[in-house]
Every structure is written in structure tokens, then in C-alpha cells.
């Protein structure tokens, strides 16, 4: 159940990943192969259209989940674990090098700062050191600092379950696209004024590789003979420009109807996007920054480096650097956050098919996220950023590891079903050429071929991300199968033991049908076993003979996590069915009927709200939450239900805490309901007024109003008497109602939020 996005949003998702890399990736490229680096992002960033072409066609079939799922679906489990070991190298590196390059941008601005200081007298002599240079802070290491800061900051926001929203995303773009706008702009007119040239074509002999890009090769002799080679190797030293691709699979899911041209629009809007700000700002920057600071100086930080070195005012271009920090620092932030995320969904997805055992996927007791992933996935970026030190360039080299064989792999694997499953696709990667009637994919054929070439060139080249690449894939393999093994040995028993507590069935929809129960039920959300209280408040107030009442239990699947999965292949968890056993239990304690239901979700509120409307239920009692107060939960559940299809069903909000003191709120527009009692004593009055010859005209609805009139008279007049009276009146003619029936207290709406009346509670 998820809320659907338009292909705007969906391309900013992916740029908020794919567009962090042009802070960093020009520097990575250039001190590993020389000034002719640009020209080699440039063409990465062309060639990723090619590879985004693979992963369109991979979302417009039947196969659904991102690279694990495809692989799997091609090659079988072996291959489907040895793609996300390598998938998950690249998310735990993506965090650190994010991290640490929005350090580079604020230690090189701190840095820039105190060197213009230095220049006061008053502050000379505190700002220069014995030997006479500005004091400056250490780049790697107060880079690092910061890395593990931001990094313990989106720690946080994910285990308390960070609101995912594509307005952020949007929102970081626009900020991002008018620093684009202004840095080329501003970077044309500089170019032209001092006549710049462009960078040294992409040819071996304008190739000066370091000893470290050379990797195993640096002390053999073909190392001074590379010739094309070196050209691949060059490429190689810059597949890291296009990491992120794998976010258009994970965000697919959300696009809005129609699905597959909306992605195709989002790929190309992308495309444009990343190849004229990673691309063209690569060149730019080795046409603007001199030779002699540009590597030395700004490797790690070139935008900002660029900022200094255009024509103009000195303070307007300190400015447009801080600017250039400010969206660095909002963007590169926001990758490490997407780096957490896209990594517990990898891993949520890999735990849901049995291969990472139920421990990983308990809920956190107070805030209900997979904390355990977050906290496995955390501790590996950690590690990384104090063992490399804040060394952007040592990630940098590692990072390519993990990018060229994930993609290799979901190649690989599309080409494969290509052959496997003749079925009709609604897109297909270019270039398919048909002899009679076999069709071979020339298009899909070169992607893969450039993306194996190239993976096995970084083998022998990039020394530190073949060891460490190898050695973290080979670890998460082995946890892997270890883990499934121990899964698969589990799940037998509870097999056994579901057999004897639960009857397990699956719908593509939920109906009225599909539980065996009637229209206007009661729904109850429960998410944790030691806690719960909102359906014991829900049972005593239900008389189930008359009112059917279904327990809910959403799945979250969460940003950046899987797909549809297909029924057969979901598993009812341990802390599933741990929840819907005490569930029963508590049913059979008040001697009543509950019906059971789980529903994967993006969107806890919308999957309360869109289950509710498909079971016509006429109340919703939730527990209240640890983040949010009862009047907070009743506006978002507000706000989906105002985002609901017609037809839809008002209904009342219940929102239950540990005490049992429930506040409740009516969501969608109402009348207010009116008890017999009432309906009569209004008719009997019309009766007796209705005897003065001069009230001929008299309807029910004027003695209502009369009514309401003086009461608003006796308030303004007289408020303590008139709430005194009114409350005696209350507990006098208050009686015993059916969940989701509107009593008196419901009808004096103090406040209105979009889709509900906030009602006074009731205790």
C-alpha cells in the first residue's frame, strides 16, 4: 500500500544518490589517472543511460525487487547473494564517501576562512603558527569526525523511523539545480573571459596513472605499455560517478500511473540531469582551477574550488563557495541517510526470502523499525571511516568494487532472461536485432559486455577495492548461507507449528469476502506482542456478535526496500506470528472472535487507511504512539484518507495509550448523529408549537436552531452555569455505543485538519 509519486519526485530521489557524486568523483578520477579524467566521467555518465536502459527494462517485467531479485530469478540463489553482497559493498561505502566529502567541503571552507584571518593583525598572531603558515584544521581526520557525526545522526533518525519523503528530495534539488544553474553560468563566462582550454584528450598518451591506480600491475612492465587498455582502465578508476543507478529500481514501485512511461521519463530527466552536472562540471572544473592547486589543494572538493577561481569579487565568490558547502553538505547528507536506508531495504528484502534469520527482523520495542539491520548496517560505515581516517581518495578506490559488479550482475542476469522468459516487455533496451524469429539483444549484449570488461580490469587495477571488495563479499556470502541454512531449519518447525495455530491465506486485494466478515467492523492496528492494550480497550467495548473485529499488522517495507513479493514466497515471520498469537490469546481471554490480517505498506497511515475503506470498517483503534501525539496521528490518518478514491467511508479514530484514556476522532466530513430520544422531544415540540395559529410554517429544523441559538446566548452570557448544565446533561444521557458510532461528545468539533473533525475525548 503506497503512496504514489510523479516522475518529478521519483528522478529527485535518484538524483539526491546519483547527483552526490559529482562532488567527489572528479577529484577520485584525476588523481588516479591524470588531467584527462573529465573526459572519462563524461563518458561514465553517458554510458549509465545505457545502464539505466537495463534497469527500465528490468522494472517493466514481471521481475520485481531490485538486483537480488532478478539475479536470483536468472542465476539462482548462489549468484543472488554474491550480487547483494557486492550491492551492499557499494551501500556501505556510498555512507563514508558521502560523509566524508561533505567534511572536505566544510573543513576546506573552515580552512579558507582562517587563512584569510590570519591576513588581520589583531588576529595574526593567534591564527599563524611558529613557522609562519595559518593554522589549519587536519582535512582527513576533521573530515571523519564529521562523517561519523552525520553518520550517528541518520543512525537516530532510522531507528526512531525517519519520515521518508519525496518532498525533501524535490525540495534538496531545487536548491541543488540553482547552484548547477549559477556554476555553469557563471563557470561559461569565466572560461571565456580568461580563454581556457579544454582538458587533454582521452588518449594513453595523455594518461599519467599513479602507482596506486595501477593496483597489481605497477611493477610488472605491461604497466608502461597500456595503450587501449589504459583507456579501460581509466574508465574503470571512473565507474564510481554513476553509483546510485540501483535507486531507480527501488523507487520504481512509487511512480505514479502510467507506470512505465513515468520511469522513462524520470530516466531521461535523470540522464540530462547528472551528465550536465557530474559531466560537464567535471571538465569545467580542470578548465577553471589552475594545475597547480586543483588536485593538491581542491582534489577533494573541486565545486568549491571552482567557486574561488571564477571571475569576479572576491567576497561574491566566497560566497557562491558557501552557498556550494550548504547544498554539498544538504545533498551529500542526504546520501548517507539514502545509504542506510537502500541497505536495510537490500537486507529486509534478503531476510523476507528466508536468507537472514528472523533476528534481524524484530521490530524495535518502542519505535518498530528493523533496528537490527540499521544497527549491522551503521557499524560497517563506522568502521570504514575510522579505518580509512577520512581518506576520501583510499573509499573512493574501494567504492568502484562494489558499483561494477552489482551492475554486472543484474546485467548478466537480464540478458539471461531475455532467453528465459519469451513474454512480451513493456520496454526494452535498444538495439535488438531480429533474424527471423530469434531476436538477439545487441543493445543489452554490449551493456553487459563494457560492464564485465571493465569490473575485470578493476580486478588487477584497484588494488585496495579487489582485496577488501573480496573479502567483504565473501563474509556476507558466508553469513548469507549460514544464515539460510539456520532459516530453512526454523521455518520447518514453525511450518509445523502454524499448522496447528494459523491457517495462512493470501489476496492480491482484501475484502469483506476474503475475512468472512460484515461491513462496519471494527479494524485494530498491533505491532508489538508485550503491548497490547489498544485491543484489550477494543474487545471490551465490542460486542463481536454484532460487530466483526480484525487485528492488523502492517509490514513495512520502507524506502528504498523491496518490491512486490509474490505471495507463496513471503514469510510469516517469528515476531508475526509471535504478534498474532497473543493476539488470540487476548481474544480468548474476553471470550471473543478476532479475525487476523497482515499488509505490506510504504506508508503506516495509508495502509490503515486504504485497509479500513476495503473492509468498510466503521472505527480504527490504534495504541498510541512513541513519536507522535493522539491529535498527530488523527492528521496524518486525516491526510490519507483525504487522499482516498471515491467511494470512501468515514469512520472514527481511536487512539488508545497504556492507560486506557482514549481520545477519538471522527475522520471524513459528518452530520451529527442524533439519538431517538432527541428526534422525539424535537417533534413533540413542533407538536405544541405548531398549536399557535401564527406559527403555521414551522419545521423541525427551526426549533434546532432556536435552540443552538440560546445556547449560544446562555454560553456568552453565563459560561461556567451553561458548561456545568451541559456536562450534567452529558453524563445524564450518555449510554452504551458500538465502536465507530457517533455519540454526543463527537459533535462539538473544537478544531478542524484536512479529513477529520478533532473531537473532545471521551475517557
Known amino acids: 500500500m503506497l503512496t504514489f509519486i510523479s516522475f518529478w519526485r521519483a528522478a529527485a530521489i535518484v538524483l539526491n544518490d546519483l547527483g552526490s557524486s559529482a562532488f567527489y568523483a572528479g577529484g577520485i578520477a584525476e588523481a588516479a589517472v591524470g588531467k584527462a579524467a573529465p573526459w572519462f566521467i563524461l563518458g561514465v555518465m553517458l554510458f549509465a543511460y545505457s545502464v539505466r536502459a537495463v534497469y527500465v527494462e528490468s522494472c517493466s517485467m514481471f521481475t520485481r525487487g531490485g538486483v537480488y531479485r532478478i539475479v536470483k530469478e536468472a542465476l539462482g540463489g548462489t549468484f543472488a547473494k554474491l550480487s547483494v553482497s557486492a550491492l551492499m559493498f557499494d551501500y556501505v561505502l556510498t555512507g563514508p564517501i558521502s560523509g566524508v566529502s561533505a567534511g572536505q567541503y566544510i573543513v576546506g571552507l573552515l580552512n579558507g576562512v582562517v587563512a584569510q584571518m590570519a591576513n588581520s593583525p589583531r588576529l595574526h598572531h593567534a591564527l599563524v603558527s611558529a613557522s609562519g603558515q595559518p593554522r589549519q584544521f587536519d582535512v582527513n581526520h576533521t573530515s571523519a569526525v564529521i562523517a561519523l557525526a552525520i553518520t550517528a545522526y541518520f543512525w537516530w ?105 513515468n520511469l522513462k521519463r524520470a530516466a531521461f530527466i535523470i540522464a540530462v540531469y547528472s551528465t550536465v552536472f557530474t559531466g560537464l562540471g567535471s571538465l569545467m572544473a580542470v578548465m577553471i582551477i589552475p594545475d597547480s592547486v586543483r588536485v593538491s589543494q581542491y582534489g577533494d572538493n573541486l565545486i568549491a574550488g571552482m567557486a574561488m577561481y571564477m571571475v569576479g569579487p572576491l567576497g561574491l565568490r566566497i560566497a557562491f563557495r558557501v552557498f556550494v558547502v550548504i547544498v554539498g553538505f544538504l545533498i551529500l547528507g542526504g546520501a548517507v541517510n539514502t545509504a542506510i536506508v537502500g541497505s536495510t531495504g537490500v537486507l529486509m528484502r534478503v531476510a523476507e526470502d528466508g536468507v537472514l534469520t528472523d533476528w534481524f527482523r524484530k521490530p524495535h520495542k518502542r519505535f518498530g523499525t528493523s533496528y537490527r539491520i540499521v544497527n549491522l548496517v551503521t557499524i560497517l560505515q563506522l568502521f570504514v571511516i575510522l579505518v580509512t581516517r577520512g581518506d576520501v581518495i583510499l573509499i573512493g578506490e574501494a567504492y568502484a568494487f562494489g558499483v561494477i559488479w552489482s551492475f554486472t550482475f543484474n546485467a548478466l542476469a537480464m540478458l539471461l532472461l531475455r532467453w528465459k522468459y519469451k513474454g512480451e516487455r513493456g520496454f526494452k533496451t535498444p538495439l535488438n536485432l531480429r533474424i527471423g524469429k530469434q531476436e538477439i539483444p ?22 585496495v577495492a579487489t582485496v577488501s571488495g573480496i573479502i567483504f563479499a565473501v563474509v556476507f556470502f558466508i553469513l548469507f548461507s549460514l544464515s539460510e541454512r539456520d532459516n530453512k531449519r526454523r521455518h520447518k518447525m514453525t511450518e509445523r507449528q502454524m499448522k496447528e495455530h494459523f491457517q495462512l491465506g493470501h489476496a492480491e486485494e482484501v475484502g469483506c469476502s476474503d475475512l468472512a466478515i460484515r461491513p462496519g ?83 503506516i497511515f495509508a495502509a490503515i487507511v486504504r485497509t479500513a475503506n476495503s473492509l468498510d470498517a466503521a472505527a480504527v483503534v490504534s495504541g498510541l504512539s512513541t513519536k507522535l501525539t493522539a491529535q498527530e496521528q488523527a492528521f496524518y490518518v486525516g491526510q490519507a484518507w483525504e487522499s482516498l478514491p471515491e467511494p470512501k467511508r468515514q469512520f472514527t479514530f481511536y487512539v488508545v495509550p497504556p492507560n486506557g484514556d482514549a481520545e477519538s476522532f471522527h475522520i471524513g466530513p459528518h452530520a451529527p448523529s442524533i439519538p431517538a430520544s432527541d428526534v422525539q422531544l424535537v417533534h413533540r415540540l413542533w407538536l405544541n408549537f405548531r398549536r399557535d395559529a401564527n406559527i403555521e410554517h414551522l419545521h423541525h429544523s427551526d426549533i434546532v436552531s432556536y435552540a443552538l441559538t440560546r445556547l449560544a446566548s446562555d454560553f456568552a452570557s453565563d459560561r461556567v452555569r451553561t458548561l456545568e448544565d451541559l456536562q450534567q446533561s452529558i453524563e445524564s444521557e450518555s449510554r452504551r455505543r458500538g465502536l465507530g458510532t457517533l455519540s454526543r461528545f463527537h459533535e462539538d468539533a473544537d478544531e478542524e485538519a484536512p479529513g477529520y473533525s478533532l473531537a473532545e475525548s471521551r475517557k
Open 521 to 603: 467492523g471494527v479494524l485494530v492496528t498491533m505491532r508489538d506482542a508485550a503491548t497490547p492494550h489498544a485491543l484489550k480497550w477494543a474487545l471490551a467495548r465490542t460486542d463481536t456478535e454484532e460487530q466483526d473485529l480484525v487485528v492488523l499488522a502492517a509490514r513495512m517495507m520502507g524506502a528504498g526496500g523491496p518490491e512486490y513479493v509474490d505471495a507463496s514466497e513471503q514469510l510469516f515471520s517469528e515476531h508475526e506470528q509471535m504478534l498474532f498469537t497473543k493476539a488470540v490469546s487476548v481474544a480468548e481471554s474476553f471470550g471473543k472472535h478476532i479475525s487476523l490480517l497482515v499488509v505490506p505498506a510504504g506508508d
Open 157 to 261: 533518525q532510522n531507528i526512531k523511523g525517519i519520515e521518508e519523503s519525496s518532498d525533501k528530495a524535490l525540495s534538496i534539488m531545487k536548491v541543488t539545480t540553482v547552484m548547477v544553474v549559477i556554476l555553469l553560468l557563471w563557470g561559461g563566462y569565466t572560461i571565456l573571459h580568461i580563454g581556457a582550454h579544454l582538458p587533454p584528450f582521452p588518449t594513453p598518451a595523455n594518461l599519467h596513472f599513479s602507482n596506486e591506480s595501477l593496483g597489481f600491475l605497477k611493477h610488472t612492465r605491461f604497466a608502461h605499455t597500456l595503450g587501449v587498455f589504459g583507456i579501460l582502465m581509466a574508465f574503470g578508476h571512473s565507474v564510481l560517478a554513476m553509483s546510485g543507478e540501483e535507486s531507480l529500481a527501488q523507487v520504481n514501485r512509487e511512480i505514479q500511473h502510467p507506470k512505465l512511461k
Open 442 to 463: 545487441l543493445g543489452l549484449i554490449s551493456v553487459f559486455l563494457v560492464l564485465l570488461t571493465t569490473a575485470i580490469v578493476n580486478l588487477f587495477t584497484k588494488q
